[in-house]
């Protein structure tokens, strides 16, 4: 988007965890940063879900160092 918004920026904005789960699943970065400075984990944490988004993250990136 024109604020550098991924995909995984917007599934954590809306709380979709069924779609986040499985962009991490094909290796979307949790930690790209849009334009204002927000990775996926900061715009969870404004939405008020952070503790249902630490799991996810977690567990992506613990996919990603088996590949």
């Known amino acids: 988007s024109s604020?550098?918004?991924?995909?995984?920026?917007?599934?954590?904005?809306?709380?979709?965890?069924?779609?986040?789960?499985e962009l991490l699943r094909l290796g979307a970065n949790p930690y790209i940063k849009n334009s204002n400075g927000n990775n996926v984990l900061a715009l969870a944490e404004i939405r008020g879900v952070l503790h249902e988004w630490e799991p996810l993250i977690a567990e992506g990136a613990a996919r990603q160092t088996k590949q």
Not at 4 to 13: D, I, Q, R, S, V
């Open 3 to 21: 604020l550098g918004e991924t995909a995984l920026h917007y599934a954590a904005w809306q709380n979709s965890q069924t779609a986040g789960r």
